[in-house]
């Protein structure tokens, strides 16, 4: 190999190297719950196996806000792949029904998402967007936004949809 092919393989392989992801450390609210989801036999098989051999995570954008009603904090998890499939599950975690000192559990499951926001928008209120794609449309311009918005029924004791609608996505800037 000549010595300019040597230089042009050696920077090619920087480059490489500096534009892959910065691996950081899992904070502890990260690792509880992915301990938490992976400890828990309803976790779906495909989120287990993100989390397992950890080409998911838990995002680190944990929301806390009381969706149940009961005057105690709940926890609004995402799971993300990292990639272009964003986050691909939201979970709910609370102690609704149960004493002030005991574990959270997921009071909710939604898996099998897409590049899915979850947000608190108001107290009580769960909004799941995801986008809807048209033929040809490229991942940054869905056609539509699909938001869900949930709220926790005490007679049921689960998050119940109580609307969907679909809006249009912003406009790329």
Same mark, same amino acid.
């Given at each position: ?8 393989? @050696? ?5 490489? /190297? ?14 509880? @719950? ?5 400890? $828990?036999?309803?976790?779906?098989? $495909? ?14 954008? &944990? ?8 005057? !105690? ?14 986050? =691909?599950?939201?979970? &709910? ?7 002030? $000192?005991?574990? /959270? !559990? ?6 099998? /998402?897409? !590049? ?42 689960? @998050?119940? =949809? ?5 809006? $249009? ?5």
């Amino acid at each position: 190999m000549t010595p300019r092919r040597v230089l042009a393989v @050696f920077t090619a392989c920087a480059a490489a /190297l500096v534009l892959l992801p910065v691996a950081h450390a899992a904070t502890q609210q990260q690792r509880f @719950f992915r301990a938490t989801l992976l400890g $828990d036999d309803k976790t779906g098989r $495909d989120v287990r196996a993100l989390l397992r051999d950890q080409s998911g995570y838990v995002n680190d954008r &944990v929301k806390f806000s009381d969706l149940t009603g009961d005057k !105690r904090a709940d926890a609004v998890v995402m799971i993300a792949t990292g990639g272009a499939a964003g986050n =691909v599950a939201v979970y &709910v975690f609370s102690t609704e029904g149960l004493d002030e $000192d005991a574990d /959270l !559990r997921a009071v909710y499951r939604g898996e099998g /998402l897409y !590049r899915a926001q979850a947000t608190v928008p108001s107290t009580g209120l769960l909004l799941i967007r995801t986008p809807k794609y048209a033929a040809g449309s490229g991942l940054c311009c869905p056609a539509k936004i699909v938001e869900r918005r949930l709220r926790w029924s005490k007679g049921s004791e689960r @998050f119940k =949809v109580t609307s969907t609608r679909e809006v $249009d996505p912003p406009k790329p800037a």
